[in-house]
C-alpha cells in the first residue's frame, strides 16, 4: 500500500508564529544572561588607588592602614558583585547598587594603660610604678577615628582585626554595613599578594557581601 505523504505548506500565519517563537526564546536567553542587579562603583579616588597599605593621616590613626584594591586577586568590587549578582538573577527585578564608600582596614592599635612613673621613696629615685597593659582597641573614640575604628569586645582572636566600612544606596535607599574581622593566625600584614594576607582579605569581602545583602533584604 502506498504511504501518502503530507506535505506542510508555510502560510504567513505559521510563519509568523516561527519567528514569535524565536523571539521570544531568544529574550528568554537573553534575561536567564542579563543580571538584574547593576552594580556601579561612585568611590573617591583615594579608596580605590594605591598599592599595600596606607596609613591614615592624625594622631588618632597612627597603625591605621587602608588596604588597597589590588591588594585581592579578583578585586574586592567584582567579589561583591560576583557574590550579590546572583541573588537577583530570575527573579524579575531590576535594581541598582551605588557603592558610595568602601574601604578595609588594618588595624594595628592597642590601647595602652599604666607604666607612668611614680614617686615611693627608695633612695630617693622615681621608679616605675604599675606596669603597662596593653588592650585590644582603638585608642581614640569612633567620632575621633577617620575610618577601621574598633572596640575589643569585637574581635575574637589575638590578633590585628580587619575592618569593612561600607556605604551606599540601594534602589536609591541608604546602605550602610561595618564588618569587623578577626584573623585566625598571625598575619605578615604586607597586603602585597601574599598567601596569609589575601585569604583574610577576601574573606571580609565575603562577610561584607553577606551583610549586604541582609541589609537589602536578600
Known amino acids: 500500500m502506498a504511504r501518502r505523504l503530507t506535505r ?19 529574550r528568554a536567553q537573553d534575561t536567564a544572561d542579563k543580571p538584574e542587579l547593576s552594580v556601579i562603583d561612585l568611590r573617591p579616588p583615594e579608596e580605590k588607588e594605591g598599592v599595600g597599605l596606607t596609613e591614615l593621616a592624625g594622631k588618632c590613626n597612627s597603625e591605621v592602614f587602608r588596604i588597597a584594591d589590588v591588594a585581592s586577586d579578583p578585586l574586592k568590587f567584582d567579589l561583591l558583585k560576583d557574590d550579590l549578582q546572583p541573588l537577583f538573577r530570575m527573579t524579575g527585578e531590576h535594581k541598582t547598587l ?17 607604666g607612668g612613673l611614680s614617686s615611693i621613696g627608695i633612695q630617693g629615685y622615681s621608679v616605675p610604678g604599675k606596669k603597662k597593659e596593653r588592650k585590644a582597641g582603638s585608642k581614640c573614640s569612633r567620632k575621633e577615628s577617620a575610618g577601621g575604628w ?10 590585628y582585626p ?39 582579605l577576601v574573606a571580609i569581602v565575603h562577610e561584607t557581601s553577606e551583610a549586604v545583602a541582609h541589609a537589602i533584604g536578600r
Open 8 to 26: 506542510i505548506v508555510a502560510t504567513p500565519i505559521l510563519t509568523a508564529m516561527l519567528l514569535m517563537n524565536c523571539l521570544q526564546s531568544s
Open 98 to 114: 551605588t557603592v558610595l564608600n568602601w574601604s578595609i582596614y588594618y588595624n594595628k592599635q592597642v590601647q595602652v594603660h599604666g
Open 150 to 159: 574598633y572596640e575589643g569586645s569585637e574581635i575574637h582572636s589575638v590578633y
Open 162 to 200: 580587619l575592618i569593612s566600612e561600607f556605604e551606599g544606596t540601594f534602589g536609591g535607599k541608604p546602605v550602610s554595613v561595618r564588618v569587623v574581622h578577626s584573623p585566625q593566625t598571625r598575619l605578615p600584614g604586607k597586603f602585597e599578594g601574599g598567601a596569609e594576607d589575601t585569604e583574610e
